[in-house]
């Protein structure tokens, strides 16, 4: 058995399943129907691109993301090396949308990416609770943030080859 079923092996024993690109789309559809769609969507998409965990998202700042080079400076908070990541075109333009909005609201002036209606920093159950509601929005199985994050590590082994 090669590196790779064994993964897929222990994830499908512990419950939690690989998410498919298509139920990240759907899942973004979801979050469109949202009171915050942009923030949403890319909330949804930031977890999955970036493969962040729900902590990492929420201490994100501002700061972090240069939009003149289209890229974003993660701090790994567990056991990993902190990294720069590039933005995507999509994912850009989505960012600019959302950085339009918050100034125009609460967020103006805070140092975080993501700020609540209240205009402070996202916890992490506000994460939960908006990818929660996005599956159920698109009609899909239970897929948690910790599903959204994992997928970057099978996007890593299969460009590495690992089979």
């Not at 333009?93 to 002036?109: D, H, P, T």
């Not at 993501?114 to 994460?127: A, L, N, P, W």
């Not at 509601?133 to 997928?151: D, V």
Request: aromatic share 6%; net charge positive.
């Amino acid at each position: 058995m090669s590196e790779m079923q064994k993964v897929k092996a222990e994830h499908e024993e512990s419950g939690v399943k690989w998410v498919t690109s298509l139920e990240v789309e759907a899942l973004r559809t979801g979050a469109k129907a949202s009171r915050n769609p942009v923030r949403n969507e890319l909330i949804i998409l930031m977890l999955y691109r970036h493969g962040l965990r729900e902590s990492e998202l929420c201490k994100l700042q501002l700061e972090a993301i240069n939009l003149d080079e289209a890229r974003i400076f993660i701090k790994k908070i567990k056991n990993g090396n902190d990294f720069i990541h590039p933005i995507s075109s999509n994912e850009l333009r989505l960012l600019r949308r959302y950085l339009r909005l918050r100034e125009a609201n609460k967020g103006q002036g805070l140092p975080w990416l993501f700020v609540s209606e209240q205009g402070t920093s996202f916890c992490r159950d506000s994460i939960n609770k908006i990818v929660s509601a996005s599956y159920k929005k698109a009609w899909l199985r239970k897929i948690t943030p910790h599903m959204l994050n994992q997928i970057i590590y099978s996007r890593s082994c299969a460009s590495l080859n690992i089979s």
